[in-house]
């Protein structure tokens, strides 16, 4: 049962990891190649639709990682999941502190009522968005090292 778990665990992490790095490095570099209104209602489209689906899933897999720490407690290689577990927590933290206020803004903006700074505020986005990117690569690293 614990096997099963892990392995379930590992690829709803994964799969996480794989759309937030699409997010970063094919869909974003797509939108800002389009044209400005176009690129703007893309954004503002993606973030209506990934701010839906994207709190359930890191909660999930943060809830996932956090049965297979207690069911695996005293096998090898919970003390990586553990560590997995406090970076998906820093990620849905950083979710919560940096990111999710600028995309509540920018899921309503359209070409006739958008900031002036709409632009810059969509790169900070990104930034952070590189940060929480790294942080839940390095989460998911520990989970695969933990199947070992």
């Keep these: 049962m614990l096997n099963a778990l892990e392995v379930i665990t590992t690829v709803v ?13 094919v869909m974003n570099p797509i939108f800002n190649a389009l044209p400005e209104d176009s690129n703007q209602q ?11 689906v994207m709190p ?11 049965v297979w720490a207690i069911a695996g407690w005293h096998h ?12 998906l927590i820093l990620s849905v933290i950083m979710s919560i502190l940096l990111l999710v206020p600028i995309n509540n803004q920018g899921k ?15 790169n900070r986005w990104n930034r952070y968005h590189y940060a929480r ?4 690569i390095a989460a998911f690293t520990l989970l695969v090292a933990a199947l070992v």
């Design 133 to 136: 990117v790294a942080v839940i």
């Design 76 to 87: 090898q290689g919970t003390g990586l999941v553990v560590i997995a577990a406090g970076l």
């Design 13 to 25: 992490v994964g799969l996480m990891v794989g759309v937030e790095f699409s997010v970063a490095f």
């Design 108 to 122: 309503t903006w359209t070409p006739e009522n958008r900031p002036a700074d709409w632009r810059q505020q969509m």
């Design 42 to 52: 893309a954004h503002s489209h993606g973030g209506r639709m990934l701010g839906a």
């Design 56 to 66: 359930v899933w890191y909660i999930g897999s943060l809830v996932l990682v956090a």
